[in-house]
């Protein structure tokens, strides 16, 4: 989900070169999570994750970024909220999960923050979105409550 930059060869031709080298699996990115990144997302739940934010994104149904998810969280508002679990430095959103668990909102770990900020529809990477229930997505979004919500919950 990263963008490709055409990049000239000497013969004419163009190549399509990634910005920021090649795709990254699902497993390298998993290397460079935090120590806090649980409960983990699988690679399928990642990817239905993906695709539920990317539909609340164009009907604008999400709450993107620490200070704005806290906020509404805060609030009582209802979701799904997503971490991305190569956030650095950690401090910025530990808070978050523990209050998820005071309000009984089902929260994950996904692997990537460039991955999540794009599918939101931004250029820049995203480390926290709460996804808002609503009836034009309403399969995917019950589909991921449920498997988010049997995800196991860290000690």
Sequence with gaps: MTKVKKEKVSDGEEAAVEAAGPERSYAELVAHLNPIAQPLASRKLSKKLYKCV????????????????????????????VLAGDTL?????????????????????IPSKVDLGSSAGSK????VILIKPHADYQDAYDECLEEVSLLPKPL
């Design 54 to 81: 990317k539909k609340a994104a164009k009907g604008k149904n999400i709450r993107r970024g620490v200070k704005e998810v806290q906020k509404f969280i805060n609030k009582g508002e209802k979701g799904i909220v």
């Design 124 to 127: 820049r990477p995203t480390c």
């Design 89 to 109: 430095p950690i401090d910025v959103y530990s808070h978050l999960p523990v209050m998820c668990e005071d309000r009984s909102l089902p929260y994950a770990y």
